[in-house]
């Protein structure tokens, strides 16, 4: 039977009805670097899974002491190493996948101990990660979308000084020497180019957390994937209510989109992993439709590419 062509009403019913499908479409991201045998960064991302891909981690800095990256057995940045790595964030950048580098992690030596301390890792990170210049750029020439904090350690002062700083550097080179308000700061969230400059922190689902409080509160960060795992009080495993509650307290934060965060894998947590079926049906449909929904993010690329999570929830997210 030939067909006919849908008139004006039906045409537009149809219209609203795919923007109505679309409009609260998330994304998968996916931290990668941690562990031997995961897939290579280009790999990674011509997967065609993940719109966020996260460098883990620099796990040293700040306290009077020199940064280090460790991307496992991947690359030694060292010995320079890991500047190969440059083409690859090219090549990923190119498919519109944003590229972050974390800092931090659960296992490290880091610590802010004054304001001063927060400017000078700022300028550290602008200088060899971001639009800045230095000699000794571990990963080469390639421009980085910007900063995640999973900060789990240090004690809890000056994240939010750093997150200010980056901010300013990010968005206003020319402002690296001077002092400007949080309220300056706000208005800056993109650079003379237009081209957002991205934030991103990895708090605990326990609200407020710890360490990232005060840095998500100064309503500079574009993106918070809250680890709702290893936090047996709010992850999906104790009950609806539980996790909606705390579901609900994230999204009061004064940030851009908010991301429910998980382990990709039994293996990858010690507690939270949600098979894939049990959240595309029960867990997803809960937070789908909130305001603040950008995703997923997952621990880690490694288990991932074990599980096949991400493949198994991306029509769903």
Same mark, same amino acid.
Not at 131 to 140: A, F, H, I, K, N
Not at 156 to 171: G, P, T, V
């Given at each position: ?5 849908l008139?004006?009403?039906l ?13 609260h479409a ?57 500047k190969g ?24 030596s ?13 300028a550290?990170?602008w200088?060899?990660y971001l639009? $800045? ?5 571990? &990963?080469?020439?390639? *421009? #980085?979308?910007? /900063? ?5 350690? @240090? %004690?809890?002062k ?75 009080e ?14 609900k ?22 507690? $939270? ?5 049990? &959240?595309?049906?029960? *867990? #997803?449909?809960? /937070?789908r439709?909130?305001?603040k929904? @950008? %995703?997923v ?9 074990r ?11």
């Amino acid at each position: 039977m030939a067909g006919r062509a849908l008139s004006p009403f039906l045409l537009s019913a149809t219209i609203l009805v795919a923007l109505l499908a679309t409009c609260h479409a998330g994304g998968i991201a996916v931290y990668w670097g941690q562990n031997d045998g995961e897939a290579s960064l280009s790999e990674t991302c011509a997967s065609g899974n993940y719109k966020f891909v996260i460098l883990a981690f620099v796990y040293k800095f700040g306290k009077g002491q020199t940064p280090q990256l460790d991307l496992a057995s991947h690359c030694d940045p060292s010995s320079g190493g890991c500047k190969g790595l440059s083409k690859d964030i090219h090549s990923c950048q190119r498919r519109g996948i944003k590229v972050l580098l974390s800092i931090g992690g659960g296992d490290g030596s880091y610590g802010l101990t004054s304001e001063g301390d927060a400017r000078d890792v700022a300028a550290y990170l602008w200088n060899n990660y971001l639009g $800045g210049s230095s000699s000794s750029r571990p &990963l080469g020439d390639a *421009v #980085l979308d910007g /900063i995640d904090f999973d900060i789990e350690l @240090g %004690g809890a002062k000056y994240w939010d000084r750093l997150a200010s700083d980056l901010k300013a550097l990010l968005s206003s080179p020319q402002l690296r020497d001077v002092v400007v308000s949080s309220r300056d700061l706000k208005n800056m969230g993109k650079n003379k180019g237009g081209k957002g400059v991205l934030l991103s922190a990895a708090p605990q689902c326990p609200f407020p957390d710890e360490w990232d409080g005060s840095a998500i509160n100064t309503g500079l960060f574009d993106f918070v994937w809250v680890q709702f795992y290893n936090n047996p009080e709010c992850q999906f495993s104790s009950g609806r209510g539980a996790f909606m509650a705390a579901w609900k307290q994230w999204e009061s934060v004064p940030a851009g989109q908010i991301f429910l965060g998980l382990p990709a894998s039994k293996d990858a947590a010690g507690t $939270g992993f949600v098979p894939a079926g049990e &959240l595309n049906s029960q *867990v #997803l449909p809960l /937070i789908r439709g909130s305001p603040k929904y @950008g %995703g997923v993010m997952l621990w880690s690329k490694y288990y991932d590419d074990r599980t096949g999570y991400s493949s198994a929830i991306k029509s769903h997210v």
